[in-house]
């Protein structure tokens, strides 16, 4: 069965930490690229960052420096880590392997509050 669970959101203050957990069952993820999402509140999803099957990483300009995307194959795991978390960081979070396996994970809820 192929599938992609999400794992790790919860609630943290702003400037607090957060490490998401993306675990891949069902394709060959060490040929998978992958990307995490999010989408907030009354907001279209966007992408967050992306790691290629060689490493290769990019992120939107708002996590720049703030959010760390990593992968260990030996686990067929992907991970966000997040620091520095603000307000505005509120959302779902979703992981998703790329074409040509186009799966998506089901969502960790991210809430930054005080």
């Known amino acids: 069965q192929v599938q992609l669970v999400a794992s790790g959101g919860g609630l943290v203050q702003p400037g607090g930490s957060l490490r998401l957990s993306c675990a891949a069952s069902?394709?060959?993820?060490?040929?998978?690229?992958m990307d995490w999402y999010r989408q907030g509140p009354e907001k279209q999803r966007e992408l967050v960052a992306g790691?290629?099957?060689?490493?290769?990483?990019n992120y939107a300009d708002s996590v720049k420096g703030r959010f760390t995307i990593s992968r260990d194959n030996a686990k067929n795991t992907v991970y966000l880590q997040m620091n520095s978390l603000k307000p505005e960081d509120t959302a779902v979070y979703y992981c998703?392997?790329?074409?040509?396996?186009?799966?998506w994970g089901q969502g960790t809820q991210v809430t930054v509050s005080s």
């Open positions: 069902g394709i060959r993820f060490s040929l998978a690229a």
């Open positions: 998703s392997a790329r074409p040509p396996f186009g799966v």
């Open positions: 790691i290629t099957v060689g490493g290769t990483t």
